[in-house]
């Protein structure tokens, strides 16, 4: 079992830049996909971004060209990097991990806060 915390979830203004982390509590090389997802008011959980073991990242179209998945296997955290913020981009972000690319048992985070207003 892998525990999953994010952070850095934070106000902003439309235009402007944040930085989520994911720290795992155990190693997360061997883990085939990490990612992030995140859930609006009154809408579905939806996928942001994914990235596998060997680096190749997946992005929802909504965010291509303004945010920024990676991965470090030294320091056990994922990150997503988020440019050019929109306010459709509020929402609860939730750190996603997958050990296996066969349906099965997957790790979750408990979400951190992203408010996108002036």
């Known amino acids: 079992q892998v525990q999953l915390v994010e952070s850095g979830g934070d106000l902003v203004q439309p235009g402007g830049s944040l930085r989520l982390s994911c720290a795992a509590s155990s190693s997360i090389v061997t883990i085939y996909a990490m990612g992030w997802y995140r859930q609006a008011p009154g809408k579905q959980r939806e996928l942001v971004a994914t990235i596998t073991y060997s680096g190749t990242a997946n992005y929802a179209d909504s965010v291509k060209g303004r945010f920024t998945i990676a991965r470090n296997g030294v320091e056990n955290r994922v990150y997503l990097q988020m440019n050019s913020l929109k306010p459709d981009d509020t929402a609860v972000y939730y750190c996603?991990?997958?050990?296996?690319?066969?349906?099965?048992?997957?790790?979750w985070g408990q979400g951190t806060q992203v408010t996108v207003s002036s």
């Open positions: 996603n991990g997958d050990p296996s690319p066969r349906p099965g048992i997957e790790y």
